[in-house]
């Protein structure tokens, strides 16, 4: 896998997209749009195809907290 040319994702513009994606893989192209998802790593990577401009990442259980609370 080489090196990222992603400049800039806003996940604050597809918040409410990645709410569909609760528990799973999501692709996000460099247009901050999602290109593909899947249950495993792999299956999202296969489905966002040969593009070089992809981060991948995991959409935590909405649910949670992702810092300690005090």
């Given at each position: 896998?080489?090196?990222?040319?992603?400049?800039?994702?806003?996940?604050?513009?597809?918040?409410k997209?990645?709410?569909?994606?609760?528990?799973?893989?999501v692709a996000?192209?460099?247009?901050?749009?999602?290109i593909?998802?899947?249950?495993?790593?792999?299956?999202?990577?296969?489905?966002?195809?040969s593009?070089?401009?992809?981060?991948?990442?995991r959409?935590?259980?909405?649910?949670?907290?992702?810092?300690?609370?005090?």
């Open positions: 896998m080489k090196k990222s040319t992603i400049q800039k994702i806003d996940l604050g513009l597809l918040q997209e990645l709410r569909k994606f609760e528990n799973m893989w996000i192209s460099g247009e901050n749009k999602i593909g998802s899947g249950s495993t790593y792999a299956e999202t990577i296969s489905k966002a195809g593009r070089e401009d992809v981060m991948l990442l959409v935590p259980s909405l649910d949670a907290s992702l810092a300690p609370s005090a």
